[in-house]
């Protein structure tokens, strides 16, 4: 289990008590936690739970981002399954148990799991798309269709659990040059590079909605990642050949997630940003052949449409 961490010694002991609760002994279970520059605690909070766990504590100095942190922990790992962890997220009973009985009984390169969203008291559960349970199935078979959400749309590595053989093969690193939607590239890897995956049926991971670690509520350059990510999206299927197959559906996603960015975010960035997030789009629009953008915006509705209409119009895209 690989949790990375930067500040979260208030959190970081509920993460790990609730591992230690998963009924797993020192020698299944191997936990790598890296601190990622902390001004904190955290480390010592950590050290708390080595009489119970069987933790290796790596400390960076100096922040490194959650992707180099995570690919030390993968680089570290001697176990048959790697899993990841947030250090302000926590399972409930038996989760961990579920994703290990089921990947190992069902030989798959990796198993996706739902989740529940913590705001707060509230909870709210997140299935992932596939309706199919526990079962073998073709990664390739769950990128498509264009127009809905598949299980390449649930990118939350965390939810997850993969085959340790996956790095050797170079499925499981993070791209370092980014800060957020590094989880994404990663899925797509896996989707495009690996023969079986399956869906566990589990209410039992809970995700910290609003922790103050956390880079999905910042609002500056590092949220304009997810451009990048998606132009390497675009390069990935590409290499593998799959352009014409896939090319739509990573165009439909980027177009949906600069919606969001548009509609929900740009208000709260600063000039600077809005520029840059404007700037980028219309380079990454240029890049993408017209007939791709055409079919991914199919559908895709005139409200959504009204939103990104300057960033089309500048990119040339006809409407």
């Known amino acids: 289990m690989v949790i990375p961490g930067k500040d979260a010694a208030a959190t970081v002991g509920s993460t790990l008590q609730s591992v ?3 009924g797993l002994t020192r020698d299944e279970l191997e936990v790598i936690v890296i601190n990622d520059g902390s001004t ?4 010592a909070v950590v050290r708390e739970y080595t009489s119970s766990l069987s933790i290796d504590l790596v400390e960076h100095a100096e922040a490194r981002g959650v992707s180099a942190a995570r690919n030390e922990g993968i680089r570290r790992a001697n176990g048959r399954y790697i899993t990841f962890l947030d250090s302000d997220d926590w399972y409930g009973k038996g989760h961990l148990r579920n994703l290990v009985d089921t990947i190992s009984r069902l030989e798959v390169d990796w198993v996706k799991a739902d989740y529940v969203v913590a705001n707060g008291q509230v909870r709210r559960i997140v299935q992932a798309p596939c309706a199919l349970r526990n079962t073998p199935l073709d990664p390739r ?3 498509n269709p264009i127009n809905t959400s598949s299980m390449v749309d649930f990118p939350n590595v965390w939810s997850g659990i ?3 053989d996956l790095r050797d093969r170079g499925l499981l690193f993070f791209d370092e040059s980014l800060r957020t939607s590094e ?6 890897g896996l989707h495009l590079g690996t023969t079986s995956f399956a869906v566990a049926t589990s209410h039992n991971m809970f995700y910290r909605k609003g922790s103050s670690t956390s880079l999905t509520g910042v609002f500056d350059e590092r ?3 997810f451009i990048r990510a998606f132009r390497l999206m675009f390069d990935l299927v590409e290499r593998e050949g799959v352009y014409e197959e896939f090319g739509v559906k990573v165009a439909r996603s980027f177009l949906g997630i600069l919606h969001y960015q548009r509609a929900n975010r740009f208000d709260s960035m600063d000039h600077g940003v809005r520029d840059r997030l404007k700037r980028e789009s219309v380079a990454l629009l240029e890049h993408i052949p017209a007939r791709i953008t055409a079919a991914a915006l199919v559908g895709f509705g005139d409200k959504r449409i009204r939103v990104l209409k300057p960033v089309l119009h500048q990119a040339g895209v006809s409407l």
């Open 20 to 22: 230690a609760a998963q």
């Open 40 to 43: 904190d605690d955290m480390s």
């Open 141 to 143: 078979d769950y990128i």
């Open 162 to 164: 993969y085959r340790t």
């Open 183 to 188: 989880d994404r590239l990663m899925t797509w």
């Open 223 to 225: 949220q304009l990642d």
